[in-house]
């Protein structure tokens, strides 16, 4: 008698998506290749989560998914590829296996599993004489029955006058699985869905919660200055954005798509803001800031950067005390303002505007940042300007899912002759943002990033601004190459997050 046990291929490439590559391979767009991937991917949130997420992908595939006690298992329902006979028949189902690598950090592998009839049968009988009415039967009762029915137990068959008979078969495997029993089944990574699932978790907008989010006291706040001037203390300048050159010059306006919550947009912004002045240009930078925080920004660039004139920047706004801190107060800008007051230290004709607004929505929003931005430019016409906005609002055309809707950068190209905008291409990162969970409810943290295929920075492109020879559908010229993100926390964030995360460089 042939007895078969539980089988789980966990790597490797037994099992094919199509006659060309494996499906435990993934595309390399730089190599125009499918490759197996080199390391696991860790998810920067709760394995619930993660797994939560991944039950989503399949059910969107229309399976059913079963999990098992704990959580940390789940099988989906199985289908057959094609219409085989019974007894012949090939069926494949998802098993996702998800680790608690830490609070907020889990893996989950998701497999393929494929069963075959042929080797499901532990021992087959000889034909009989009567063979078309056996033949009969067997395919009868085959087909009234689905191969993952009841227990799912080994078993053999047995003539039982003119027909045959299931008899299940003690267990010789007491440890196995019970939901798998004694099967032989074969696994083999799904690449495919383990990519989709990343792309769920990560390659997701970021909020930024405009109305609604009342300000929380604040006791004191701590520069790193220790209370001593620091108005002598130069401008981070310590190098220039390759690129960025042509898009620099008197009365030109430039939008960045900010992922928010990074420290790599600020760095970059500051160092163009540097070659600028280098040029004897007057700089305005734009912030997603609301209006209302112009006097405590005006004050603050003015000061001399002691703790007491950031004590009175973040205990009088209430911007960077919010319920929600999103990734426009994130501590990078804050590093970003500072530096500003630094350039003008130096005698630099720099300005911070801040342009967004705490009630509006949707475009009424984007109407009135573009109305704060247009005022200011007024005053100050031949300045370099500088705006850090979110992607959509740094869009120069229109959107394509409402007529109705004008993005702040459409605005400021239909009312000024020279502007420009700049998408952001990085690779796989973290970012400090405010997202929907799986659960349907805002949360605020430290999250991994991905890049979409579009925006994926490969390893040959070094960081810096690669401008297209004219404007994309989207409205943006370019992109600006930033590499691996790194998050930035809100300045008054909680310190379990400053703790686990670099700070800009003071």
Same mark, same amino acid.
């Given at each position: ?217 604040? &006791?004191?706040?701590? =520069?790193?200055?220790?209370?001593? %001037?620091?108005? /002598? @203390?130069? +401008?981070?300048?310590?190098? $220039? !954005? ?122 009424? &929003?984007?109407?009135? =940042?573009?109305?704060?931005?247009? %005022?200011?430019? /007024? @005053?100050? +016409?031949?300045?370099?300007? $500088? !705006? ?119």
């Amino acid at each position: 008698m042939r007895q078969f046990g539980w089988v789980l291929v966990l790597m490797g490439s037994t099992g094919c998506a199509s006659m060309t590559r494996s499906l435990a391979s993934q595309y390399n767009p730089e190599t125009g290749e499918y490759e197996l991937p080199k390391e696991e991917v860790v998810y920067m949130v709760p394995v619930e989560d993660a797994m939560m997420m991944a039950r989503r992908v399949l059910e969107e595939r229309r399976y059913d998914v079963l999990e098992k006690e704990g959580g940390l298992e789940m099988f989906s329902s199985a289908h057959e590829p094609g219409k085989n006979d019974p007894g012949l028949r090939n069926l494949e189902r998802y098993y996702v296996k998800g680790h608690r690598m830490g609070p907020r950090q889990s893996l989950v592998r998701i497999y393929r599993l494929s069963y075959s009839e042929i080797e499901t049968g532990v021992e087959e009988p000889p034909p009989f004489m009567n063979s078309e009415k056996s033949r009969d039967a067997q395919v009868f009762n085959a087909n009234a029955a689905h191969p993952f029915d009841q227990r799912m137990e080994a078993f053999t068959t047995t003539p039982s006058g003119e027909s045959v008979r299931q008899v299940v078969l003690p267990n010789p495997f007491p440890a196995a699985p019970g939901l798998e029993r004694f099967r032989y089944v074969r696994g083999i990574r799904d690449m495919n869905i383990e990519g989709r699932l990343q792309e769920r978790l990560e390659t997701v907008p970021s909020l930024e919660v405009v109305s609604g989010n009342a300000p929380v006291p604040m &006791r004191s706040v701590l =520069m790193e200055d220790s209370g001593e %001037a620091a108005t /002598a @203390r130069p +401008p981070e300048c310590d190098e $220039l !954005v390759e690129g960025a050159a042509p898009l620099i010059g008197a009365g030109h306006v430039l939008l960045v798509a900010d992922p928010l919550g990074t420290r790599e947009v600020p760095t970059a912004a500051l160092r163009m803001m540097c070659e600028a002045t280098t040029r004897g240009l007057p700089v305005t930078l734009a912030l997603s800031v609301p209006s209302t925080e112009q006097p405590f920004i005006d004050a603050y660039v003015a000061s001399q950067g002691l703790a007491s004139d950031a004590q009175s920047l973040l205990s009088g706004s209430g911007f960077w005390r919010r319920t929600y801190q999103d990734g426009r107060s994130s501590r990078a800008i804050l590093w970003l303002v500072e530096q500003v007051r630094r350039l003008r230290a130096y005698g630099k004709d720099v300005a911070v505007v801040a342009i967004d607004t705490t009630q509006a929505q949707g475009d009424a &929003r984007e109407a009135e =940042m573009a109305k704060n931005l247009l %005022a200011f430019h /007024a @005053r100050r +016409p031949t300045a370099w300007t $500088l !705006v850090l906005a979110g992607s959509v609002h740094a869009r120069t055309a229109k959107v394509d899912w409402s007529g109705d809707f004008a993005p702040l950068g459409a605005r400021l190209a239909r009312a000024l002759p020279h502007v420009r905008a700049l998408d952001v291409g990085f690779r796989r990162g973290t970012q400090f943002s405010c997202r929907f969970n799986v659960w349907e409810s805002i949360e605020c943290d430290v999250f991994a990033i991905s890049p979409t295929r579009e925006a994926r920075q490969a390893d040959a492109v070094e960081p810096g601004v690669q401008l297209a020879t004219e404007a994309r559908e989207d409205g943006f010229h370019g992109r600006l190459f930033l590499g691996a993100l790194s998050a930035s926390p809100p300045a008054l964030q909680a310190q379990r997050h400053l703790a686990a995360v670099p700070a800009p460089k003071e």
